[in-house]
């Protein structure tokens, strides 16, 4: 029995073998298996409405959601490894990052802006 219902997004892991999905009315992270067995969840009450997911070429998973942060998740998609921001991210609904220049960039419904920071 799949325990994510009502996700949003979805995104791969570079190697194929995981598949997250963010489960936008529960609050929470979903970490599949190829097969589709469920792997891990992720809550935090640092993830609100999760709307916002991408997995790095790296395999860091960024999530963001009404939270007004964007968080890093562990692959194996279980625990928060770090808040990266918080703030000025209202409505934010979708994040990626951007190898070329070292930068997250989410995009914000309320406010019809892009927010780009950049990572070291």
Same mark, same amino acid.
């Given at each position: 029995? /799949? @325990? ?10 570079? !190697? $194929? %073998?995981? &598949? ?6 529960? #609050?929470? @992270?979903?970490?599949?298996?190829? %097969?589709? !067995?469920? /792997?891990? !969840?992720?809550? %935090?009450?640092?993830l609100?409405?999760? &709307?916002?997911? #991408? ?11 009404? *939270?007004?942060?964007? /968080? ?16 000025? +991210?209202?409505?934010? /609904?979708?994040? =990626?990052? =951007?190898?070329?220049?070292? *930068?997250?960039?989410? $995009? #914000?419904?309320? !406010? %019809?802006?892009?927010? +780009?920071?950049?990572v070291?």
């Amino acid at each position: 029995m /799949l @325990l994510c219902f009502a996700g949003w997004r979805c995104a791969v892991s570079p !190697t $194929g %073998d995981r &598949l997250y999905i963010s489960s936008y009315g529960q #609050h929470k @992270l979903c970490t599949l298996a190829r %097969d589709g !067995t469920l /792997l891990a !969840t992720f809550k %935090d009450p640092a993830l609100l409405w999760p &709307l916002g997911l #991408h997995v790095t070429p790296a395999g860091q998973v960024l999530v963001c959601g009404w *939270s007004q942060n964007v /968080l890093q998740v562990g692959w194996e998609g279980s625990r928060k490894l770090a808040t990266l921001y918080t703030g000025e +991210v209202r409505c934010p /609904l979708s994040v =990626c990052y =951007c190898s070329t220049t070292s *930068s997250i960039i989410v $995009g #914000h419904q309320c !406010t %019809d802006t892009i927010l +780009v920071f950049r990572v070291e």
